[in-house]
């Protein structure tokens, strides 16, 4: 076992400061506030506190705020996408990773101010940068959303 995979088994959660060094995403378009139950790159849990005070309750629905549906398919890319950073991080070499297709993607109820988000998220496969996870979004022990992720680990510009 090299020290990197020993690091990575470690790990139990990840603050909101270490995942602003592992993602490039900043306010408004960060979906996750922090992750927890980490198992290397293998699975993890991120967590999304819903607010009245989101940007896009003012247009989604003002009346009836609902929290976008593509959002929390985007929180459960970017909670994957964290710890694979996190997990590959090597010697300051900063990667990104570009979401590149969503299947199955499923909403079974809605979700809205004041629900706390867990983004459940397990690998399915990881073949050298391209990675599949299976995701689950759950609110109060319900799925009110699922996919499957792909996405690709890249090189940062400089």
């Known amino acids: 076992m090299n020290d990197q995979s020993i690091a990575s088994t470690e790990l139990t959660?990840?603050?909101?400061?270490?995942?602003?060094?592992?993602?490039?995403h900043r306010y408004?378009?960060?979906m996750i506030d922090r992750i927890v139950e980490i198992n290397?790159?293998?699975?993890?849990?991120?967590?999304?506190?819903?607010?009245?005070?989101?940007?896009?309750?003012?247009?989604?629905?003002?009346?009836?705020p609902?929290?976008?549906?593509?959002?929390?398919?985007?929180?459960?890319?970017?909670?994957?996408?964290a710890i694979v950073i996190h997990n590959d991080s090597n010697g300051g070499r900063k990667n990104i990773v570009l979401m590149l297709g969503v299947d199955k993607a499923k909403f079974r109820k809605p979700s809205g101010p004041g629900d706390t988000i867990e983004y459940h998220i397990s690998k399915i496969q990881r073949r050298r940068n391209v990675g599949r996870y299976q995701a689950k979004?759950?609110?109060?022990g319900h799925v009110i959303a699922e996919?499957?992720?792909?996405?690709?680990i890249v090189g940062a510009p400089l």
């Not at 290397?40 to 009836?64: L, M, R, Y």
């Not at 979004?137 to 109060?140: F, H, N, W």
Request: proline residues 8%; negative net charge.
């Open 13 to 24: 959660a990840m603050s909101i400061a270490e995942i602003l060094q592992a993602l490039p």
């Open 28 to 30: 408004p378009m960060l």
């Open 40 to 64: 290397g790159d293998q699975s993890a849990i991120g967590i999304k506190n819903v607010t009245f005070n989101e940007p896009i309750f003012q247009g989604h629905f003002p009346e009836n």
């Open 66 to 81: 609902i929290f976008p549906g593509v959002l929390i398919i985007e929180g459960m890319a970017q909670t994957a996408g």
């Open 137 to 140: 979004a759950i609110v109060d």
């Open 147 to 152: 996919a499957e992720i792909t996405a690709m």
